[in-house]
């Protein structure tokens, strides 16, 4: 009949829409905990290099990182990383250390830059099959060192999957299958034998699902595994390129039409006035079910663009409206899930960022243990032998003057005791003072970078003044005009901040040029839109070379002409103390016309105290 197939027609675009969005519920989710894994491997760089044991100072270490992992995730039913280099698994519980086999998961994984998902597996004491999720972990070449492996149970997805509401009735069900037609969930019906078999212990032999795993999509009416006849809508969801699994839904073909057939029976009983209102009817249920399904098109269609995540609007307690529901939840949690991403790499970004220029600082430091203070150390050896030589041919003078005590040997004794060796003296006191002075330089750093901060209002103005006042006598001495404007509001350390004020404001005065009047220029300004507040230092002194700017912040590093006194390390105090606090800085200099130091601090507190801090 007409209406038959009108209705037939219908139930078929249901199902498909209603397997559409179960197919797009599972493919959100697993691109979510591909995202999850992602972002736990990409925070965790290894230090070795490709070929090399990992270079952590025990176990406990990455288990430690890989529990904190498995709490943060709580859908990670445990979590691994395998050392590629010595086939060692650590592991969030208590199996770390151990060697693992290199499966055919493992040599997928390895070869997969974008990670790789795993055959799902049934595991002793779950009650869903678990999924393997990896993601390659880099070293500091960029090379893969080691494997991330998050177990993932999709419990949550599964229970929201199954409950198809009462659009399909009792006999309503969603089936999902592996590649090889297993049963990957619970099944809502019993065999024709009466049992109820779990996830993983069966394998379909129903056209719907074999349809599903072999990579086909559309729509079927045939028997499913009870041998009952069905109208199902199936897809195929790729997991990766070796694999996917199978998406079914469907519903009884005699639930679906008894309605249909009692309508019809009375219809044709109360005449075609009756048979006429029907159709009416009909068309109108249709078109209000169509209608909420556009809208849920519509909906999902938005999810795709750059805008803010909308709900779709649509209720009810029919399956369309569980699905309206689901859908809303799970924009929900897409944009939930895009904020904590950007807060996630806005961390990482400054993590990464600190991180190079703590490197940056060792290898300085490397230079100068092995370079500036050694050179000191073979000064002070070369003259204490010179001196030793000097005393033995002293000591043969003596002796032999005191024998003929002749004339020309007292003089050379005598040259000896008031030149030679109060001139070799000078010379080891010099190489020992300026040794004393690197080392004490390197000290005084040291000890800013374990200094507690203690944050409290600032006025900076007054504490602007009160560096100036400090510099008095050398700013009148050099003729210098000192301008103070606009100043931000700050709540951070008095004593750090006095020591960035100070020290930039004496190199300003102490570098300027003899050749014009100097004028040295503070301003600030705060940015409401960011909480941070800068402020700057500009003069009308020497200027630096491009070439040079970058080394004036490394320690005993001095640039220019060097007709100043100094040691080198003021702007690698002033940079230390910058980090300290929370900011950075940073030069703008033209040779021959002058510089401007920027300092850009956080307006409020931000503390950066940690044990991997170092020198600061």
């Not at 999810?303 to 399956?319: F, I, N, S, W």
């Not at 003057?401 to 010099?430: C, N, Q, V, W, Y």
Request: aromatic share 6%.
């Amino acid at each position: 009949m007409v209406v038959s197939a009108s209705w037939r027609t219908e139930m078929f675009r249901q199902l498909s829409w209603a397997a559409d969005l179960h197919q797009e519920m599972i493919e959100n989710w697993l691109a979510d905990k591909q995202k999850d894994i992602r972002a736990a491997a990409q925070g965790f760089r290894l230090q070795a290099r490709a070929g090399e044991p990992l270079s952590v100072p025990d176990t406990r270490q990455i288990q430690a990182y890989l529990q904190a992992m498995a709490r943060i995730y709580p859908e990670f039913d445990h979590v691994e990383m395998l050392d590629i280099t010595s086939q060692t698994r650590f592991s969030s519980d208590a199996l770390s250390g151990q060697s693992f086999t290199r499966d055919v998961f493992f040599q997928h994984a390895v070869l997969s830059a974008q990670g790789y998902i795993g055959q799902a597996t049934m595991q002793e004491g779950k009650e869903w099959p678990l999924f393997r999720i990896s993601y390659p972990i880099r070293d500091r070449d960029d090379q893969v060192m080691a494997l991330l492996v998050a177990t993932v149970s999709p419990s949550s997805l599964l229970k929201q999957l199954l409950n198809t509401g009462e659009g399909l009735g009792k006999s309503g069900e969603v089936v999902l299958v592996n590649d090889q037609v297993v049963l990957l969930n619970p099944l809502k019906h019993s065999l024709p034998d009466g049992t109820h078999p779990q996830p993983m212990q069966l394998q379909i032999s129903a056209k719907p699902a074999i349809f599903a795993a072999a990579g086909h999509e559309g729509l079927v009416e045939a028997e499913d595994y009870r041998q009952v006849v069905v109208m199902a809508a199936f897809r195929h969801i790729r997991m990766n390129p070796e694999w996917g699994i199978g998406l079914v839904v469907k519903v009884d073909r005699q639930d679906l039409f008894a309605p249909l057939q009692r309508e019809i029976a009375l219809t044709l009983s109360t005449g075609l006035a009756g048979f006429v209102l029907l159709v009416l009817m009909l068309r109108l249920m249709i078109h209000r079910q169509t209608r909420r399904l556009e809208m849920l098109g519509q909906a999902a269609a938005r999810l795709t663009d750059v805008a803010p995540v909308h709900h779709c609007g649509v209720r009810g307690q029919d399956e369309i409206g569980l699905l309206g529901q689901t859908f809303d939840h799970m924009a929900d949690r897409i944009q939930s899930a895009l904020r904590d991403l950007t807060l996630e790499a806005t961390k990482h970004r400054q993590t990464a960022a600190e991180l190079v220029l703590l490197n940056d600082e060792l290898r300085n430091f490397i230079y100068i243990v092995s370079h500036d203070l050694r050179s000191p150390l073979l000064s002070i050896q070369g003259f204490s032998e010179e001196l030793q030589l000097d005393l033995q041919e002293l000591n043969n003078l003596v002796n032999t003057a005191l024998e003929k005590s002749d004339a020309g040997e007292k003089a050379a004794i005598t040259d000896l005791l008031d030149k030679r060796l109060p001139e070799d003296l000078t010379f080891i006191r010099a190489a020992t003072h300026k040794m004393d002075g690197l080392i004490n330089a390197i000290l005084t750093l040291s000890r800013l970078g374990r200094a507690v901060l203690r944050f409290e209002p600032v006025d900076m103005r007054r504490l602007v003044e009160d560096n100036v006042a400090a510099l008095a006598y050398e700013i009148q001495t050099a003729g210098v005009t000192v301008t103070v404007g606009d100043l931000p509001e700050l709540i951070t350390d008095p004593t750090a901040m006095g020591q960035v004020v100070g020290n930039l404001l004496s190199n300003a005065v102490k570098y300027l040029d003899p050749e014009r009047p100097g004028r040295i220029h503070i301003d600030g300004e705060t940015d409401p839109a960011t909480g941070y507040a800068t402020l700057q230092i500009t003069d009308n002194g020497r200027g630096i070379s491009p070439e040079d700017i970058d080394k004036i912040f490394i320690l005993f590093q001095r640039v220019g002409q060097q007709n100043t006194r100094g040691d080198g390390m003021g702007l690698a105090y002033v940079r230390s103390w910058v980090r300290r606090l929370g900011g950075r800085i940073q030069c703008e200099s033209t040779l021959g016309t002058g510089s401007c130091f920027r300092v850009t601090l956080p307006a409020a507190p931000v503390s950066t105290d940690n044990p991997s801090e170092g020198n600061g």
